[in-house]
């Protein structure tokens, strides 16, 4: 088991998390940037070794009822990926998907490229100059417009 400093050496590395002092010389570490309300990666890293990393993407069983998983056995190398899993989550949107998404669409046919960005909710076909050509609500409605016009997607 790591110890306590060993933990807190880790998460001091990463520079976008910030740590907040909490009771019982506890420390909590915010990802400030985060897309979501949630900005909290670890939560009562406690003197004694013990760690709790967020982790939504498990399943309820392994977390505790706010979505943490409790990391005080973890290993360096499964303390990092839980980090790094948690950073991950929290720069996409309710939504699941990060703010900068974009996929590239082409028409052989027309020699023409269009980008589907997903910004703030919204699915946009973009031309390549970055002109909105068409927005949409949901993401299978901007495939399915440009399945209907031509297009196939380059970048899976």
């Given at each position: 088991m790591l110890t306590f400093e060993q933990k807190e050496a880790i998460l001091d590395r990463y520079a976008e998390l910030t740590k907040q002092p909490v009771s019982l010389k506890r420390v909590n570490y915010h990802y400030k940037a985060s897309e979501q309300?949630?900005?909290?990666?670890?939560?009562?890293?406690?003197?004694?070794g013990n760690?709790?990393?967020?982790?939504?993407?498990?399943?309820?069983?392994?977390?505790?009822?706010?979505?943490?998983?409790?990391?005080?056995?973890?290993?360096?190398?499964?303390?990092?990926?839980?980090i790094e899993a948690a950073i991950d989550e929290l720069q996409k949107d309710e939504s699941g998907f990060k703010a900068d998404y974009k996929e590239t669409w082409e028409n052989t046919r027309l020699h023409q490229t269009l980008i589907l960005a997903h910004e703030k909710d919204m699915w946009q076909v973009?031309?390549?100059?970055?002109?909105?050509?068409?927005?949409?609500?949901a993401k299978s409605a901007a495939e399915s417009y440009l399945d209907d016009e031509g297009f196939f997607r380059t970048d899976k």
């Open positions: 309300a949630k900005t909290m990666v670890v939560r009562h890293l406690h003197p004694n760690i709790w990393i967020y982790a939504p993407f498990l399943t309820m069983d392994e977390t505790d009822e706010k979505g943490y998983v409790n990391g005080r056995d973890f290993s360096k190398t499964q303390l990092i990926e839980a973009l031309t390549d100059d970055g002109k909105v050509e068409m927005a949409f609500y």
